[in-house]
DNA sequence: GTCTATATACAGATAGAC
DNA sequence: GTCTATCTGTATATAGAC
């Protein structure tokens, strides 16, 4: 079982890929086995041998794409202004979210949050909990350095990660035709952190 | 067909209300029309008779969700603050989307987004969108009454409303068991409010 | 380990009596 | 209109050959 460069590892693999694919893109009831099998030019069978079932299957595919952002090792570097770091991390995580990729495991993994509460949950402490408390720590060193003035932040981080969401991400979510565009987004962004720059500068 | 008040039409009701139950507390795939007969005290062909299969009885069900939340008719008086007028509604707010209620319905909106497109957005409009229009409404008021600076009212109420989201409301969308405490939540709802106004209270 | 073929269950939808 | 009984497809899961 560990790591044999074998045939059936090669086959786990397939297996995986396909069904990640197939459960964030049209959920985890229409995803049949079948159709994993398919995907992964495998037999049915082979599923079951390495998985034990769909549920395990499915705890496996998802837990896959639990893991931390790309926003990670947030780093202050001390010839950078607040308003630039801060800048470079609304871009980064305003990409993040409006990715269809992740907006699909965010969906599978509200949509059956009651069903599977150790998948929904596992996504949530490597997303958005894990990306709040590196956003927190930034806003500390900013504090510290005399450029902001935060009491609290993690209330702060909070703050500015939701508001970056905007009608934008609700509208992939929703699945609404009418996007919002690129220019209007970066309007928003700015706006945003204009909007969290003022409220945090001083007191 | 109108209003009839028969016993097909009370039939129809009960369909519809079991329908609704069903389908927000287990999902779309997990509600059978086996089960939705069974909760309403009517046999199946009766369900398939009132509508005409699994897709239109969705649809209506989810649909007579979609309506305009109570955050509506937002009154702004001139005898209270902007502080004040603003907290009124942050607290119905947060309690709104803090309920397990309008999480459901969320949930199964955004988790069907792709295969019923039509019910997300009829939430979307009906919901958020809605909601984000009378709040920035009330912001133009304020901004007209010399109590608040806000260049851009939509903006401005996006940013409000998602802040307020909060933790507390993430942590219900994906079933985490560790709620946030009421008093937290408070103390978040009074920390938004309070970075709003430094943000908008002047340039 | 991997395949084809099959068992079993239950879903959505319909037929026909009353 | 409403019911009981049924059709038909397809899902998960398993049996048994190679």
Redo the contacts between chains.
């Keep these: 079982m560990k790591k044999p460069r074998s045939k059936s590892e090669e086959k786990r693999q397939q297996i995986l890929d396909s069904a990640t694919l197939l459960f964030t893109e049209?959920?985890?009831?229409?995803t049949s086995m079948d159709q994993v099998a398919k995907q992964a030019e495998v037999s049915k069978q082979t599923v079951y041998s390495h998985f034990g079932g769909k549920d395990e299957l499915f705890t496996a595919a998802i837990e896959r794409r639990c893991v931390a952002s790309d926003l990670k090792d947030l780093e202050v570097s001390d010839d950078q202004s607040a308003r630039t770091i801060l800048q470079q991390i609304c871009a980064r995580f305003v990409d993040l979210i409006l990715s269809e990729d992740v907006v699909r495991v965010h969906?599978?993994?509200?949509?059956q949050?009651?069903?599977y509460?150790e998948v929904?949950?596992l996504?949530?402490k490597a997303g958005?909990?894990q990306t709040?408390s590196e956003v927190a720590r930034v806003l500390e060193q900013l504090d510290a350095r005399g450029d902001l003035v935060v009491d609290?932040s993690r209330?702060?981080a909070?703050?500015l990660l939701?508001?970056l969401?905007?009608?934008a991400r609700?509208?992939i979510?929703?699945?609404?035709?009418e996007k919002i565009s690129k220019t209007e987004i970066e309007s928003?962004t700015e706006?945003?952190l204009d909007?969290?720059l003022?409220?945090?500068s001083s007191r």
């Design positions: 049209r959920g985890f009831a229409d969906r599978v993994c509200v949509s949050a009651v069903a509460p929904a949950r996504f949530y958005p909990q709040i609290d209330y702060a909070t703050q939701l508001m969401k905007g009608e609700m509208r979510e929703y699945n609404v035709e928003y706006n945003c909007m969290f003022r409220a945090y």
